[in-house]
């Protein structure tokens, strides 16, 4: 819909008032998720005696393998496993523990390393050790290097050993420049292998290539990852079944959660009352999902979702409503956290305001009321104010023509 005429909003303006219009695309997702809505958001869904039995069954399995002393790569293994199959909230004191020990033993040389401990399981346990913060150096690549100074190409036959070390390089840090060569050499090796792959193995090559796994949000590889570990042969059943177990029941809980948002964006009927705004409800739903798909996050997700809303509300207000006047009134009163000094402004800004108020206040609703709480909700304003104080430079760039470096 176009803004550019005045409408009743603007009777207390002059009818001559351009606005931008961004005419952003409305949902692809429209009412799909409504289905899911539950009228009692706080109560999880909670699986029958019997999937929850196999689900309790199957975890202590996993747990009982992670936790023996077996063999060092396949526990590297059976980690890199839990983790890209996004169960590891599961299984976070072991873990934690698993790869405590496997640091001390490797920093004082107490483990044998495996007869096909080679590019693989060097890339691997870089990988795992430095992604969980413990200080592993990059020199332990300097044995598959040749006497100038170069990756030896006899490992470039190893695809899966490859595969590891570029998604080892991925967590390199400044000046490491044997990291930076690793990425170079495994990148152009990979992108020659494709081709002579098989076709699970070269769709997972690609999108590794494409978004490495330090980069990627891990819910989103979840499901293709479980595809395709399940074609490889020496897959830890227990493992996969108790993956796609636990993925469908977080499956039916996300669905909830994002029919609880689209419900609120409903009856908040945002679409009539801020009509330039993007409908996103789905896509600001994946912020917090990239952070945690933990079940006991239920609330912090939704409550995140609507704070990611709320600031496409005040990033499209900046862009694509707000005239530099409106838009100085409108930062003026999110710095005082006071609706009164926009009494003049159109009843869609208010709207927004109003959005952030009560977002505010649910979130104090279900914090404690103690000291740390408190704080936390201050830095909520503050940031609001930031946010709001950048997108009013920006909005003045507009204006001017002016483009920043």
């Known amino acids: 819909m176009s803004l550019a005429a005045a409408t009743n909003d603007d009777q207390h303006l002059s009818y001559d008032i351009t606005r931008p219009c961004a005419n952003f695309r409305p949902s692809i997702w429209g009412d799909l998720f409504l289905q ?34 077996n ?61 969980k913060g413990y200080q592993i150096s990059s020199d332990i690549f300097n044995k598959f290097k040749n006497s100038e100074g170069r990756f030896r190409e006899i490992i470039s036959q190893d695809v899966k050993g490859i595969w590891s070390l570029y998604e080892a390089a991925q967590l390199s840090v400044h000046g490491e420049a044997i990291l930076e060569e690793a990425h170079d050499f495994t990148y152009t090796k990979l992108k020659s292998f494709t081709n002579q792959l098989s076709e699970s193995v070269a769709g997972q ?13 891990p819910r989103i590889g979840t499901r293709s990852y479980m595809s395709f570990y399940e074609e490889d042969p020496s897959h830890n059943k227990f493992l996969l ?11 039916k809980l996300h669905q909830t959660e994002v029919g609880n948002i689209t419900k609120w964006w409903k009856n908040g009927e945002f679409s009539i009352k801020i009509p ?40 499209d207000t900046y862009d694509a409503y707000g005239t530099l006047q409106e838009l100085e009134l409108f930062t003026q ?19 927004v305001f109003n959005t952030i108020l009560e977002m505010w206040d649910e979130i104090e609703s279900m914090t404690s009321k103690d000291e740390i709480s ?29 483009i920043p470096t």
Not at 241 to 251: G, I, P, R, S
Not at 333 to 351: G, H, N, T, V, Y
């Open 333 to 351: 009163a999110i710095q005082r956290w006071d609706i009164s000094l926009i009494k003049s402004l159109p009843e869609c800004m208010k709207a």
């Open 71 to 131: 063999d060092i790569l396949q526990k590297l293994n059976i980690i890199d496993s839990i983790q890209r199959l996004d169960i590891s909230y599961h299984f976070e004191h072991e873990i934690e523990k698993a790869i405590n020990q496997i640091y001390i033993n490797f920093t004082n040389n107490k483990f044998i390393i495996p007869k096909e401990g080679g590019i693989h399981f060097h890339a691997l346990l870089f990988r795992l050790l430095r992604q």
């Open 276 to 315: 330039y705004a993007r409908e996103r409800v789905v896509e600001a739903y994946f912020w917090p999902l990239a952070i945690s798909c933990d079940p006991k996050y239920s609330t912090a997700r939704m409550l995140m979702t609507k704070l990611v809303v709320c600031i496409s509300f005040l990033d």
């Open 205 to 217: 090559i690609d999108q590794s290539l494409k978004q490495p796994l330090h980069k990627a949000v």
């Open 241 to 251: 079944t108790f993956a796609k177990l636990d993925f469908n029941m977080l499956q």
């Open 374 to 402: 408190g704080l936390v909700l201050q830095h909520i304003k503050q940031e609001f104010f930031n946010l709001a104080q950048s997108y009013l430079v920006e909005a003045k760039w507009c204006h001017r023509g002016y």
């Open 36 to 69: 899911y809505h539950n009228s009692h958001p706080l109560l999880l869904e909670v699986p029958d005696d019997n999937t929850e039995q196999q689900a309790q069954k199957l975890r202590e399995e996993v747990r009982v393998q992670l936790s023996s002393d």
